[in-house]
């Protein structure tokens, strides 16, 4: 009986007798579910430096700020000054981890030299994509869900709205965690992460509208904010805990919704061609 089979020579992947079966079937769930565990075991084993000093410096920042301006602030958006604060500070810290956890594990194995024991197994671009991200999300709603306990057990803070706060916390996290795939992918050495980070993520982060209401800033850099789509993560989050926001919830639904998959089919096409990833 003639063999339907056949083999890929430039992936290694096995095809049976349908044009594109692959001997694991059309999702490798277990190669992606095993890369998806590497990601997560990898923060967890340093968690006082992944999960623990992120909590103690989102409090260095509540503390600093409420008490350097909260008391002669006000109210902002009908709310005390550390009320707006919190879930801008929350959202802040979940993206800036997420993005370390993805482009850190990337260049990590370019210096070390063993990304090709990522890029060898049967893993399509995709299945490669989704494994960082999951990484990513894990550690930054993991990171979220204990900075939100503690601003509920110190700062007897509520949630307005539990499942806008959710969702954007996740789609912050996936959206950061693309742009960590990006930035891994097409840096060599830890000297340029630092620089993306430095010059692209904390700006983002920072200057959008993280510790102010964009209401109150001249009308060029209000339009300028709303161009940020970290503004309507940071924005978002705060419409789900305080239940008040700068922008509506739906529009930022969209905004970072395209953003983030605009980058992950960036990061799908840079990982199926191995763009600065292959020798």
Known sequence: MKDDHREDRATGMEFGPQM???????????????????????????????????????????????????????????VPFSAFLAPGILMMTVIQNSFANTSSSIV??????????TLMPPLSALELLLGYLAGGVVRGLMVGMVIALALWA???????????????LTL?????GALGVAAGI???????????????????AFLSGTFYSIATLPPALE?????NPVFYLIDGARHGMIGASDASPWLGLVVVSVATGAVCALCWRWLKTGYRLKP
């Open 20 to 78: 594109g079966m692959r001997r694991f079937g059309r999702v490798n769930w277990l190669g992606m579910a095993a890369l998806a565990e590497r990601e997560v075991k990898r923060f967890l084993v340093v968690w006082t430096q992944t999960l623990a000093a992120p909590l103690v410096t989102a409090g260095l920042f509540l503390a600093v700020f409420t008490l350097a301006i909260g008391p002669a602030r006000g109210e902002v958006l009908g």
């Open 108 to 117: 990590i194995s370019k210096v070390q030299g063993n990304i090709v024991d």
């Open 154 to 168: 110190l700062l007897g803070q509520s949630i307005a709205h539990p499942l806008w706060l959710l969702f954007f």
């Open 172 to 176: 912050g996290a996936a959206f950061l």
């Open 186 to 204: 097409i840096s060599n050495k830890f000297d340029q992460i630092a620089a993306i980070t430095n010059f692209i993520v904390v700006p983002l």
């Open 223 to 227: 339009m300028a904010s709303r161009l």
